[in-house]
Every structure is written in structure tokens, then in C-alpha cells.
């Protein structure tokens, strides 16, 4: 029995020491779970409190992003070789007087100075033209030839004068008289003279005087030459056909310059000077010139004043006939400020800008008002005096801005 109590107690402390085993077991697993699930759920707290402040941040990023870009994409930085290669030019704008511009309606004339006409001096039939409409000639170059009755006598009459003429002279005073010498002398210079009052020129007489080459040269033909060098711009005659003393058979114009005769009411007129700066606009292009003459009379009809303004026409862009406008610089004026036309460029939304340069030698677009337009200069607003600013290339720094991808803006 004592035995069997044994035992018992024996199973007894087995099953609470199991019992004890189990309990602890399952102390050590929960422990280790809270052990894990707070560092789960710590780093699941960090992971999302980055995520949301990554999500925070990012569009905070992009408003500062859209706070900073309107002035950065204000500025082009070049060096000092970009700018000189590109023919940029920085200046200080400063007030000037560039006084106030007449405009008005204007004619291209020829330069009537630097004109002149062809014409026979005697009833003679056209033989041969040597040049044509719109030919460019030079001073002495031959331009048609002529045949006349009238010169084959006064060939005919010269090569006596002159056979006598050189008689006389061989014998010499000793052996003729004072009268007779002197009446062969005039006799000759008579007969030269008609000649070339025909319109012979001086070497075409000279060879009549050879027997050798007489009669080449005494039949009636003669030539007319250029007296100018030009270009030929009417010759309205045909060959065959009889030419009456002084019949234009060509104008010769020298086109490197023209008259721009423009009509002005009087109280504009008088508004002007002789040697004031004018330009000449036409089909988009424009040429400065200057007032040459202002007309002391008032047309009747048109009741205006004509000024004429004489321009350089190298490059044949002016054609006498063509209309025009002119814009002629009259006197006095407050001070104003401008710049020259090519430093003026329109920004995408149609605004005049100029490129003003900041302390830090960036460029930067401005937006400004354009006034008026005077010949070259443009007067402008929007931008204080003593400003640094780019007085040409202002297209090339709007490509080189749209090039970076930045949008000119300045509101």
C-alpha cells in the first residue's frame, strides 16, 4: 500500500512538472511574439510615416519647383566670347533726342544730276544700235549709228580745209602771206568744228584727216557715244527710221542713287531742314537717305510742298516710278529712350521684349512698350535709364532660351 502511494505521488509530480514544463513553454512563445509583433509593427509605423512624408515632400518639391522656375528660366548666361560671336552689344540706355518723324507719300525719281539724254544734233537715219534697254554702258562707249547727208558734206569740206591747211603750213610764212595762212588755219578749225557739232567725236575727225583711212571713215556715218556711264532705260527708236534734232533716242541714268520726291502739307514742311535724316520704306525693306531740297512753291492741285530726298541705291532695290513712304527727322524733341530696331524681339504672347543685363552679368527678357519707330531707333517704355541692355542679337538670346526649353514671360 505504502508502495502504491509511492507511486502515485510519483505520476502526480510528473504530470505538475509536465504541467509546469508547458506553462513555461507557452510563456517563452508569447514573449517572443510581443518581442516581434512590436518590432513589426514599429517598422510597419516607420515604413508608412517615410511613405507619407515621401508622399508630402513631393509635392511640396514640385510647388518650390514651380516657385523657382519662372525666375530661373528669366536668365541666359553667356561668356564674353559667346557674346562677341554672336555680334551681341551691351550698353548703358540713356535719354536722347531724336525729335519727332514727318511721314508721308513719296516717288522714286531718277537722280536728274546724274542723268542724261542721246539725241541727234541733225536729221539723220538710224543705221545700227549698239546697245539695248536696261544695257549698263560706260563713259565713250559707242550707242547707235547714224548716217546724214548734212555729214558726208561737212567730212567732204574738212578733209579739203584740212589738204589745204597742211599746204599752207609746209610752205610756211616766208612764202605765203599773213592772209592766206590764216584763212587756211580758220578754214580748218570751221570744218573741225562742224563736224563735231554733228556729234562726231574727236578721234572719228582725226581719221578723216588721213588719206588712208578717208574713206572708211568720210560716208556720212557717224557714231554717238555715252557721255556718261549709266544704265539705259528707254530707247524708243528703230532702225531705218529718220531721226529729227533732238529726238531722245536714249536716257542714260546712273542708278546707284535716287530722288525720293516725297509731298508734304506746308506746316510739315516747315517742320524740316535740308540735311535732315530721312529713311525710305518700300515692299518691306528700308533705305536711309536725306533731304536734299525743300520746294519754295505749293503744288496748286494737291496743295502740298514737295521735299526731295536723295538715297543710295547700290543695291537696286528702289526703281524710278515705285511709290513709297518716307519718315524725315524735323527738329527739336524731348529726350527719350531708344534702341535700335534689331534689339527689340516679340515674346510668345505678342509683348515687345528687350534682354536688360543684371548685376550678375545674367540676360533676362523685359517687357516693354514700343512707342514709335523713328528711321532705325525705336523709342521705347517700361525700362528705367541707366539700364544695362542688349542693343542687338535679341533674336539669337530668344532662340538661345528656347533652346534651354525655358518660356519667356514677364508678368
Known amino acids: ?35 516581434v509583433l512590436p518590432d513589426i509593427e514599429v517598422g510597419a509605423e516607420e515604413g508608412g510615416h517615410a511613405e507619407e512624408g515621401a508622399h508630402t515632400d513631393e509635392p511640396g518639391e514640385e510647388h518650390g519647383g514651380d516657385d523657382n522656375e519662372p525666375e530661373e528660366s528669366q ?31 513719296a516717288e522714286i525719281q531718277s537722280n536728274a544730276y546724274r542723268s542724261s539724254i542721246i539725241t541727234p544734233r541733225i536729221p539723220a537715219i538710224v543705221v545700227e544700235r549698239h ?28 578733209f579739203v580745209a584740212d589738204r589745204e591747211w597742211r599746204r599752207v603750213r609746209n610752205l610756211g ?24 557739232s554733228y556729234g562726231l567725236g574727236q578721234d572719228a575727225v582725226d581719221a578723216i584727216a588721213v588719206p588712208s583711212k578717208r574713206k572708211t571713215h568720210a560716208h556720212g556715218e557717224f557714231i554717238l557715244l555715252a557721255n ?4 539705259i532705260v528707254s530707247d524708243d527708236f528703230r532702225t531705218g ?28 514742311a516747315a517742320r524740316i531742314s535740308v540735311g535732315a535724316r530721312a529713311w525710305v520704306r518700300y515692299n518691306g525693306g528700308v533705305q536711309e537717305a536725306k533731304v536734299e531740297q525743300i520746294y519754295s512753291t505749293v503744288d496748286t492741285e494737291t496743295r502740298t510742298v514737295n521735299v526731295r530726298l536723295l538715297a543710295s541705291n547700290i543695291a537696286r ?3 524710278p516710278g515705285q511709290f513709297a513712304q518716307v519718315e524725315i527727322e524735323s527738329v527739336g524733341g524731348a529726350p527719350v529712350l531708344a534702341v535700335p530696331n534689331e534689339a527689340l524681339v516679340r515674346s510668345a504672347d505678342g509683348d515687345w521684349i528687350i534682354f536688360e543685363q ?6 533676362k527678357p523685359v517687357e516693354v512698350e514700343r512707342v514709335r519707330v523713328v528711321g532705325e531707333q525705336t523709342v521705347i517704355e517700361g525700362i528705367p535709364a541707366g539700364s544695362s541692355v542688349a542693343m542687338s542679337g535679341a533674336f539669337f538670346l530668344q532662340s538661345e532660351l528656347a533652346k534651354s526649353g525655358f518660356s519667356i514671360h514677364n508678368h
Open 241 to 268: 527710221e529718220l531721226v529729227e534734232p533732238g529726238r531722245t533716242l536714249y536716257d542714260v541714268v546712273d542708278l546707284d542713287s535716287v530722288w525720293a520726291i516725297a509731298r508734304m502739307n506746308p506746316e510739315e
Open 317 to 319: 532695290a528702289l526703281r
Open 358 to 363: 543684371d548685376e550678375d552679368l545674367g540676360l
Open 1 to 35: 500500500m505504502d508502495r502504491s502511494r509511492a507511486m502515485n505521488w510519483k505520476m502526480i509530480a510528473t504530470v505538475l512538472a509536465f504541467g509546469i514544463l508547458v506553462t513555461a513553454g507557452v510563456y517563452i512563445v508569447s514573449s517572443d511574439e510581443e518581442e
Open 228 to 231: 556718261q556711264s549709266g544704265t
Open 131 to 158: 546697245v539695248r534697254l536696261s544695257d549698263r554702258v560706260e563713259t565713250g562707249e559707242p550707242l547707235v549709228t547714224l548716217f546724214s547727208r548734212d555729214v558726208a558734206d561737212a567730212e567732204g569740206a574738212f
Open 173 to 196: 610764212r616766208q612764202v605765203v602771206s599773213e592772209r592766206r595762212y590764216l584763212e587756211a588755219e580758220v578754214a580748218r578749225e570751221q570744218a573741225e568744228a562742224q563736224l563735231l
Open 75 to 105: 536668365e541666359l548666361t553667356l561668356s564674353e566670347e559667346s557674346l562677341r560671336a554672336a555680334g551681341i552689344r551691351i550698353e548703358v540706355l540713356a535719354p536722347v533726342v531724336l525729335g519727332d518723324v514727318v511721314t508721308g507719300p
